[in-house]
């Protein structure tokens, strides 16, 4: 069974929605090939359309692609046995040929000179290459960037992603409530392959639409959800019991985490680790390699598996902890807050990006620091000014 992210896929630039800007820059970047540069990353959230825009501007271009995914060349050799076969030979079909490389990300600095080899290829290539990545700031793409045009993705528009998902629902005789499309959205972040993925998944599931309109209007807090969880006996209802909270899975796993030990001890103890253990796993699977299909586990490991854990129903009041660790993630996140209104006041000021004025903060913050008259240009806050010259 085909993916609904595959059969939906966008073909042609006209069915590329909420990217106009980044599909006038890439015309550009081919109208001037070798010109300037020879190859353009794409980058931005999981989910923008990177990929679909590459496929778009080979169909527009009359073009084959020819497709590699960075994870799988790790190393110089298979980079010269696949890349380099591909930029000296001819499109048999078509008048041109696209090099798309996707997940950058996946390239190492350490791996056997594959990422050096990449560059090399790229000053020698005839055809365009196209480069995707989530985050192309990493330290280890400094050269590559430079060797780049540059063009970020934009979040898709959440009036976008409603559409599609609606359209989808329409075509694939989905029943759909307006209610249930606003939470897939909500959970989906901008991210349109995501809600394309939970929809998909949630058609496949018997009576789970059922569960989450039957909960829709409960606000149920963490510690009912894990009172749920660890108390009752696993049902299918338990499937939804962390919908109706307020909070990111990365949170869950934190909440779950702290308190498991509070009702499993020995065998069930190990078992409800080991399920919290997986989802991690799986959820890494999920945004590093693109396993989409994985979503549903995160779920199902995390409400009916670890209810399963235990051998019989836990009667009975436990007073379940508030993380530490979240704690101190909300400590850390403090201190980073007036380092980045520092950085976007100096990026405005010197006309560059704010990501590059982060990059190059541990040198920026001396130069701010041993300048009053830099400080009072830039109007920093007294706390800024007091960030500076505390040791952090």
Request: proline share 3%.
């Amino acid at each position: 069974m085909s993916t609904w992210t595959e059969k939906y896929r966008p073909k042609t630039f006209d069915e590329i929605k909420g990217q106009d800007e980044a599909i006038f820059k890439i015309k550009l970047f081919l109208k001037n090939f070798g010109k300037k540069k020879r190859a353009i990353i794409l980058y931005g959230p999981p989910g923008a359309g990177k990929t679909s825009l590459a496929h778009a501007t080979a169909r527009e271009n009359n073009s084959e692609i020819f497709e590699l995914n960075a994870s799988d060349l790790r190393n110089k050799q298979k980079l010269n046995e696949i890349l380099r076969p591909a930029i000296e030979q001819k499109s048999l079909e078509k008048e041109n040929k696209i090099i798309l490389v996707d997940e950058v990300d996946g390239i190492s600095e350490y791996d056997y000179g594959g990422l050096s080899e990449l560059l090399r290829i790229i000053e020698t290539t005839p055809y365009p290459m196209i480069i995707t990545a989530n985050d192309i700031w990493s330290k280890k793409f400094s050269a590559l960037r430079k060797k780049c045009e540059l063009l970020p993705l934009n979040e898709i528009n959440h009036e976008i992603v409603t559409k599609v998902v609606k359209d989808i629902s329409q075509k694939e005789n989905i029943s759909i409530t307006d209610d249930l499309t606003t939470e897939l959205i909500i959970k989906s972040k901008g991210d349109l392959r995501a809600a394309i993925n939970d929809l998909q998944t949630l058609s496949k599931l018997k009576d789970f639409f059922a569960i989450i309109l039957d909960e829709r209007n409960k606000e149920t807090d963490i510690f009912n959800a894990l009172r749920k969880v660890f108390k009752e006996k696993p049902t299918n209802e338990l499937l939804g019991v962390f919908d109706s909270v307020n909070m990111s899975t990365d949170d869950l796993i934190l909440w779950l985490e702290e308190n498991i030990p509070a009702e499993y001890k020995g065998e069930e103890l190990a078992k409800a680790y080991n399920l919290l253990s997986k989802t991690d796993v799986f959820r890494g699977r999920v945004y590093k390699q693109q396993y989409w299909r994985f979503l549903v586990y995160e779920n199902i490991f995390l409400s009916y598996g670890i209810a399963a854990s235990k051998k019989i129903a836990k009667p009975g009041f436990t007073a379940y902890q508030k993380p530490s660790r979240i704690l101190q993630i909300w400590l850390n996140n403090q201190k980073t807050i007036y380092k980045k209104s520092i950085c976007e006041k100096y990026a405005q000021h010197v006309h560059i990006s704010q990501k590059k004025a982060m990059y190059d903060f541990p040198i920026i913050k001396q130069v701010i620091k041993s300048n009053p008259l830099i400080q009072k240009e830039l109007k920093l806050e007294e706390e800024e000014i007091a960030y500076l010259n505390y040791k952090v």
